[in-house]
């Protein structure tokens, strides 16, 4: 019933910048919170920034002052603009959408998305 697209993952050098994207569609009723998470190998999926409905954000300790989570609320959609990128940047991101779809709240994710940085 929640479909995630996501986007602009790619392969940057160690100090470039990219921005992902993510819309949400289908049947929602109210979005909570929108934001991304990032899990490498081997390793747990973890925060990495979330944008609540009234626009508060929360940023994971290691990307705070690089990346800037945004919002289009008119257009169901989430960005995350990554600055400053590091090489253990290097993960897949995935879109997460905390809403109500049609009268019950879920919490859904989207396919994800690679990010490489290279040294």
């Known amino acids: 019933q929640v479909q995630l697209v996501e986007s602009g993952g790619g392969l940057v050098q160690t100090g470039g910048s990219l921005r992902l994207s993510c819309t949400a569609s289908?049947?929602?009723?109210?979005?909570?919170?929108m934001g991304w998470y990032r899990q490498a190998p081997g390793e747990h999926r973890e925060l990495v920034a979330v944008?609540?409905?009234?626009?508060?954000?929360i940023y994971g300790d290691s990307v705070k002052g690089r990346f800037t989570i945004s919002r289009d609320n008119a257009k169901n959609t989430v960005s995350l603009q990554m600055n400053s990128l590091k090489p253990e940047d290097t993960s897949v991101y995935y879109c997460n959408l905390d809403a109500v779809v049609v009268t019950k709240r879920a919490d859904s994710w989207g396919k994800g998305t690679l990010v490489t940085v290279s040294s």
């Open positions: 289908g049947s929602i009723s109210v979005i909570n919170a």
């Open positions: 944008i609540t409905r009234g626009g508060s954000t």
